[in-house]
């Protein structure tokens, strides 16, 4: 279910960006890779240092993939 969400999100971002839509199943496939390895990660070792890392490699993932949008590697304070 949250899969399709994802997904949908991702759709909607690549058409109001440059991002070829062809790569947008590698895309969800690595972002759900991400999160849930995130996921079993913070299960198996809580750590809130660990949070903070998981949280930022996400944030750059994202730019990366999608630079047309603004996605602060550091949420501003």
Not at 50 to 68: C, E, Q
Request: some cysteine; glycine content about 6%.
């Amino acid at each position: 279910m949250h899969y399709d969400e994802l997904e949908q999100l991702l759709v909607a971002m690549c058409a109001g960006s440059r991002q070829d839509a062809g790569e947008m199943p590698l895309l969800s496939a690595g972002l759900a890779a991400m999160l849930f390895g995130a996921w079993i990660e913070s299960h198996l070792y809580p750590d809130s240092r660990n949070f903070d890392i998981y949280r930022r490699s996400l944030r750059l993932f994202l730019a990366r993939s999608f630079p047309d949008y603004a996605v602060p590697l550091t949420p501003s304070a």
